[in-house]
Structure formats: C-alpha cells, structure tokens
C-alpha cells in the first residue's frame, strides 16, 4: 500500500454493528464540537437518512458493500468557508472515536480512509473555491 491509496475492505474483520457503532459515535462528538457542530446542523437536513447514507459509505470503505449511492466532493464544495483547521479537526474526532471502539484492526483502516479522504476533500474544495491559488496539502507529512 502507498502513502495515497486506501486499503482493500474486508468484510469479515469488521462487523456492520461496528461500523454503525463508529458512523453514531462519530457524529455524536462532531455535532457537539464548536467548529464542526454548526456546520453539519445548518446543512444536514435529516438525520436519519444521514445516518444511513454514512453508515452506507463506511461499510462499503471498512467491509466492501455496495450500498453506498452518493457523490461527497460536489457536497463538501458546496459547504461555505470551510478550512483546513476544520478538515483536521473532523479528521482528529474520527481518529479519536475509532480509538474507543477497541478494534485496532478497523481503527488503522479506518482512518487511514479517513486521512486519505479528508486530504482528497481538501484538495477539491481548494480547487473548486480557490481555482487562482494554489492549492496546499492537508498533512504535510505523508499519510
């Protein structure tokens, strides 16, 4: 595996509880936070099929299920004013979180899809509002 590939799903290392376990935990730390809070409240109209939607998104990433319909980039373009401080913060809740699920296995997987897709996300939404500049990595360290 490189620095900037995400690992093969493997559905038999992660269970589906587990991977709703980290959809809801993460976002119960996410709405609360100052930064990222008001963000996913203005812009997530319901809930529950967000819960679905992402649960979809990540079972597909950690255990290669093919429920997930969706397109993240055009969204994440669409959010106004976001940075890079709040990509490494959602990032640093997800790491945290899939720390306390007490798998070592799907925490390692799981975020190094997440750093891969906060880093891609970045690099976008950069591209797409900032087309004049230059856009920056999100870690200037490999991943």
């Known amino acids: 595996m490189t620095a900037h590939s995400i690992p093969t799903p493997h559905p038999d290392l992660y269970t589906e509880e587990e991977v709703s376990r980290l959809v809801h935990n993460f976002y ?13 409240e203005e812009h997530v109209i319901d809930w529950d099929a967000h819960f679905v939607q992402m649960t979809n998104f990540w079972s597909a990433q950690l255990r290669g299920t093919s429920r997930f319909r969706g397109a993240p980039m ?32 799907l925490k390692q997987h799981a ?33």
């Open 111 to 143: 975020d190094t899809v997440a750093t891969f897709i906060a880093g891609r996300l970045w690099l976008g939404y950069q591209m797409s509002n900032f087309p004049d500049q230059q856009p920056t990595e999100l870690f200037a360290e490999t991943c």
């Open 74 to 105: 055009p969204k994440h373009i669409a959010l106004p004013e976001l940075n890079a401080a709040l990509f490494k913060q959602w990032l640093r809740l997800f790491k945290e979180t899939t720390l306390e699920l007490g798998n070592p296995v």
């Open 28 to 40: 119960a730390k996410a709405r609360k936070d100052p930064g990222l809070g008001p963000i996913f």
